[in-house]
């Protein structure tokens, strides 16, 4: 794994461990997650699970586990068939993740999207 790999897998653990997003379903989400950054660029995972802690904000308790990692999925394919559009700003997705938007900006911008990591 890359130094860049690496740094991507650590934001998103970061987004996992503050929203403390695996719930009880641990091992299962692992392995979810895993087939999720199979097929897809890791910065534009991250900014799946910004949106979908937009989308699911107001409901108590927080989606967790499998199903918040359904919701991000969906929100992937959907950009995937429809073409990517979020409602995010850089400054919004700061907010929620805590995280520099520029590694996501960049992502977005690159005429070729990022490979997934193998």
């Known amino acids: 794994m890359t130094l860049a790999e690496r740094v991507n897998w650590q934001r998103i653990a970061y987004i996992v461990e503050s929203y403390e997003l695996v719930g009880t379903d641990g091992e299962t989400f692992d392995a979810y997650l895993g087939e999720m950054i199979g097929h897809y660029a890791m910065p534009i ?58 590694p996501i900006i960049q992502a977005i911008r690159s005429p070729t999207p990022p490979a997934p990591v193998s």
């Open 45 to 102: 995972i991250e900014l799946s699970f910004a949106e979908t802690i937009l989308d699911v904000w107001t409901v108590v308790p927080l989606p967790r586990g499998v199903l918040f990692l359904e919701h991000a999925n969906n929100i992937l394919q959907d950009w995937s068939e429809k073409g990517f559009s979020s409602r995010l700003t850089p400054e919004d997705f700061k907010q929620i993740t805590g995280l520099d938007p520029a």
